[in-house]
């Protein structure tokens, strides 16, 4: 704990955006077969350093089979908030969460990224035990805890019982229990965020651990019995106030990004797949009165490509998904970056009408029938997957992995872990950096990024821009 609030704490977007630029990014690896341990990847980020677009630590877990997948900090700007009991902490623990085990690893940054090293281990009984919850997806820190949302319930496959939200305490780590108290009809779980003045949280769907875990069903698919719905919470009172269903033909209604701005009482989600053409979309969301309202403001359309471009699980369909698997919203609310990971594509979304999104640059790279490579001639597997925005919104980082099980099946010629980054022209636009490319190491796959300092996916703040 500091004397001072964390000076990567910052209580505006604008505030945050003119911090220091980010010096490391820490991605996570992991092993699609199981046969090494996940592991916690140190790069440089500096431009002109020695070590840049270099791994230069990496944390090695001592267990195997975690599946890492989502992560985020102890402490963000959250801290910040006139309710919050924690305003001296420091952003210093990763909290990294193995998605097929459900053991929690606390990494510690400190004194220096490159000596970053495990804290503490929370073991899955311990969650089992206390929230009746399995397979923690998404880290969120808010301003009166470590908010963790899970994709199972209880039972060996998950399903006993609905999944949801649970807290730990941001210093010691304790896992204290449960989140909600009232969760309407709420069953699915996957993404959430919040609006922490107007004091409401977001809730996405995705699936039940049978329906992930070994892979996608296209029976469950093509029946529509993935998640389609939002759902729309009152923070402090912890129950369920409305929930929207985007229809069913809507499947997988994952990422969630509310406006920066808390002034702003909209966001987005980005949908997987509509069942009736392959298409992907992009809905918004937003709040009158006390009512919210959603529609679909942004589609994608699938890519026609020859059978023999396609694996077995496409064959029949005769064109590539655009899979949107993961959208992000820059620091000033003005751009929406939409992960196209079927078709290999990363597009820029103008969002100063957050109702009329408009295409303001695009990107090609890897993709199941275009393969593009990366502009300094080396291979990309896969497409953009998770995506990373600088403070400043400048740079824009991704990797190439999904989940170990759906990689083998859209991409069965292996997914090597790579990550790239894309600069931003002042007015909108996406370049790839041909300087920038991590390529991991054998047996690794990349998923997600977090960028040292904060970065647009986990800070949660707390007044208005000027």
């Not at 400190?110 to 281990?121: C, E, G, L, V």
């Not at 992000?328 to 003005?334: A, E, G, Q």
């Not at 291979?379 to 400048?394: H, K």
Request: charged fraction near 20%; hydrophobic fraction near 35%.
């Amino acid at each position: 704990m500091t004397m001072r609030p964390d000076p990567t704490f910052h209580a505006s977007p604008k505030l945050a955006m003119e911090a220091p630029a980010e010096n490391f990014a820490y991605t996570l690896l992991l092993s699609p077969d199981f046969s090494k341990p996940d592991a916690l990847a140190v790069i440089d980020v500096k431009p002109g350093s020695p070590t840049y677009s270099r791994i230069v630590h990496t944390v090695t877990m001592p267990n195997k089979g975690d599946e890492f997948h989502h992560f985020g900090w102890n402490a963000c700007s959250s801290a910040l908030s006139p309710l919050a009991g924690h305003a001296f902490i420091e952003r210093r623990y990763l909290i990294i969460p193995g998605l097929r085990s459900s053991r929690i690893y606390i990494i510690d940054t400190k004194p220096d990224p490159t000596q970053a090293k495990i804290h503490k281990i929370i073991e899955p009984e311990e969650v089992f035990k206390k929230t009746g919850y399995s397979r923690p997806h998404t880290i969120h820190c808010g301003p009166d805890g470590i908010y963790v949302s899970t994709l199972g319930g209880g039972g060996k496959d998950g399903t006993n019982g609905p999944p949801g939200v649970f807290i730990m305490d941001c210093e010691t780590f304790e896992v204290l229990g449960r989140w909600e108290i009232d969760r309407g009809p709420q069953t699915l779980h996957y993404d959430f965020w919040w609006n922490l003045p107007r004091d409401y949280m977001v809730t996405s769907e995705w699936a039940l651990p049978p329906q992930f875990e070994n892979g996608i069903v296209p029976e469950d698919l093509l029946a529509n019995k993935y998640g389609h719905r939002l759902h729309f919470w009152d923070l402090r009172a912890r129950r369920n106030v409305q929930t929207i269903d985007l229809g069913a033909n809507h499947q997988m209604a994952l990422e969630v990004r509310p406006a920066h701005d808390p002034v702003r009482e909209y966001g987005f989600v980005g949908v997987v797949v509509d069942t009736t053409n392959l298409e992907a979309s992009i809905w918004t969301w937003w709040r009158e009165g006390e009512k919210f309202h959603a529609e679909k403001t942004a589609t994608i359309p699938p890519a026609p490509a020859p059978k023999e471009q396609l694996p077995p699980l496409l064959q029949g369909f005769g064109a590539v998904p655009p899979l949107v698997t993961d959208i992000d919203l820059s620091m000033d609310d003005r751009f929406l970056y939409v992960s196209c990971w079927g078709t290999g594509e990363m597009r820029q979304y103008d969002v100063s009408d957050p109702r009329k999104p408009k295409l303001a640059g695009s990107v090609h790279i890897g993709g199941i029938a275009r393969r593009t490579p990366h502009p300094n001639g080396k291979a990309f597997a896969a497409g953009p997957q998770m995506v990373e925005i600088s403070r400043d919104g400048r740079r824009v980082y991704w990797t190439n992995s999904l989940y170990s099980t759906w990689d083998d099946q859209f991409y069965p010629d292996g997914v090597p872990g790579v990550e790239v980054m894309a600069n931003v022209g002042r007015n909108g636009g996406l370049e790839l950096d041909k300087d920038y490319f991590v390529s991991f190491p054998d047996g690794y796959r990349a998923h997600q990024i977090r960028l040292e300092g904060g970065d647009c996916s986990t800070d949660s703040f707390c007044y208005p821009s000027v």
